[in-house]
């Protein structure tokens, strides 16, 4: 287990802003930074970082939380490896116990994070092949240096090879605790039709390929052989960890030179993005072979919102993949192309060139995505009319799929006259395959499965259920932002809604157990309760909900007097005001709740005289409570 002290210095050593800032490009607002949310998909930005809160929250969807919690969630580690991935982010010696883990502590280990740690080995066996070996440094080392790859970016992308012999990575991890069955589900090993393992990468050079924040999730292969019959590259199938369509090679070493130059360079294989970081070129990630997905678009969009695209010189790959720019676009994403002359990839022409004429060149030919494609359109259609107007259509629905209308009327006007078209004729064409995708969407809506059918019987509306939880919600908020701060001269602001709120009945579980923390804290102890506490708490309902509100801004809902039958006034500026009036809001909530029950006890045939009077008593108690409560708040109830 980790310390308490350990756990303690990174949570005073870890800032929100730089965690996240990692993942997402922040932007600096006032006392806050925004961003894109990574957890869900957007174009505009509602994810924003509190930094002297040390949290962050999304308006957008909701999420929220702390440095830690963010690592957890994003990177779906364990609360211990969270903690263990800051502590080495910000250099913190990790103190734990010294005894070796039981059987019964591995057996908890989740799945996912044994994958980690199996992936983790795998690319440090095919590290040690390729540099201690007699077979690695003959055959993969070779290989490399051949494709003037340095010892320096073999250990910076943790390059390494496998070798030939069929069962030699499968037989070592069996005898380092990993089994059969997880072997088997990381895509590393495959089953034979006999029952045993052989490795999935057997004589191959590898590439390891790397999630945001720098762990091993799967690997490439590439063949040394000439044999036609077998793959020349090999990836990882999907597994639990790695899916093709949600990763880009090289975006983990990228994603801070990305960010500084506000441009990621898009490029097609590994070598390619090896051999641009050799001559400078940082901010460059690949689609790996494959067409570009969604998802990536979305990765490359939370770093940058430019994408430049490096051809291969190689007309009919660049024409089999100019589809990727309508995804580009699709996801807000400006883009610029460059192509290279034909024959040459940016590997070897950046070897080619040198670093400094290589970089010129980039420079030089750097072109907008719609001259380079009218270009080659118009080149391929070669005077044949019906070629240009299939041309046109594939330009208009290029256009078609930027989102801001003032850009995309703005690309229509200048596309339709470099084809020597009239604008409003492109326009229309544009327009039309807005709608005919549009249409294709709502028509895929329209047959989910799973819809209601349209002779269903409407259900009747169902009254809402009237509880206390909102107002309950909000003494927490206020204890969470406000519990340590000094009320007036005598008293705190938890030692106020502590002696106020002692006897209450909580409607909401999960906050009667977070006011019973801070009530333990202040009647035993005199203090308030470290926040981390809470935020870190083994009840993952109580953490979340804690970070919630902690970062929440207070804000009365417009319709609060239907909802919760009570007319509640704006809040008042200062702390004293706010406290005492959420204080009172809920004492008053909760009369209202008993004057409830009280009428309708009262409203029972077969009462006894002597009942009624003991109610009609109650019932006029609650109401002068009910009175001078609402007078002290200032507001009318209804109940």
Known sequence: MISRSTIDRVMETARVEEVVGDFVTLKKRGANYIGLCPFHNEKSPSFTVTAHKGIYKCFGCGASGNAVGFLMEHEHLAYPDAIKAL?????????????????????????????YNLHSFAQSYFHMQLTETEEGKAIGLSYFRERGISEESIVKFGLGYSPEAY?????????????????????????????????????????????????????????????????????????????????????????????????????EGYTDVIGLHQVGIENV?????????????????????????????????????????????????????????????????????????????????????????????????????????????????????????????????????????????????????????????????????ESMPLSAPIAAPQAPVLNDEPQEADIIRILLQYGDSALNEEQGVLEFVVEMLDEIAWDGAVYEKMFRIFEKAWKEEQLFPDRNLLFNHDDKDMAQTALHLYADEYQLSVNWEVRHEILTPTKEVKLQAEVTSAVTRLNLKKVVGMLRACENKMKVADLTVEEQEILLTEYMGLKEIHRSLADALGTSISH
């Open 167 to 267: 069962e030699a990575f499968s037989a070592f991890a069996s005898t380092s605790d990993f089994k059969e069955a997880e072997l088997e589900a990381s895509g590393l090993s495959i089953r034979t039709q006999r029952g045993s393992l052989i490795d999935r990468f057997r004589g191959r050079v590898i590439f390891p390929f790397y999630n945001l924040s720098g762990k091993v999730i799967g690997f490439g292969g590439r063949t040394l052989k000439n044999d036609k019959k077998e793959a020349k590259y090999l990836n990882s199938p999907e597994t639990l960890l790695y899916k093709k369509s949600e990763t880009l090679y090289g975006l983990f070493q990228a994603k801070k030179a990305i960010q500084k130059n506000e441009n990621c360079y898009l490029v």
């Open 285 to 449: 990630a690949a689609s790996s072979g494959t067409s570009l997905t969604q998802e990536q678009a979305r990765l490359i969009h939370r770093f940058s919102k430019k994408v430049t695209v490096i051809y291969d010189g190689d007309y009919a790959g660049i024409k089999a993949s100019l589809r990727g720019i309508n995804i580009l676009l699709e996801n807000d994403l400006q883009v610029a192309v460059v192509p290279l002359p034909e024959g040459e990839d940016p590997d070897s022409y950046s070897r080619k060139l040198g670093a400094s004429d290589f970089k010129s060149y980039l420079d030089a030919h750097t072109t907008d995505f719609v001259r380079f494609k009218v270009d080659l359109l118009l080149k391929d259609a070669a005077g044949d009319p019906i070629k240009k107007s299939e041309a046109i259509h594939d330009l208009a629905e290029t256009v078609s799929f930027i989102s801001d209308p003032i850009t995309r009327a703005t690309y229509s006007s200048s596309t339709a006259d470099m084809l020597g078209l009239a604008e409003q004729l492109f326009i229309q064409a544009v327009n039309q395959h807005q709608f005919a995708r549009q249409k294709r969407g709502n028509a895929a809506y329209r047959e989910q499965p």
């Open 87 to 115: 502590a080495a982010r910000y250099n913190i010696a990790v103190e734990e116990d010294a005894r070796e883990l039981t059987e019964e502590r591995k057996a908890e280990l989740s799945e996912r994070d044994r994958q």
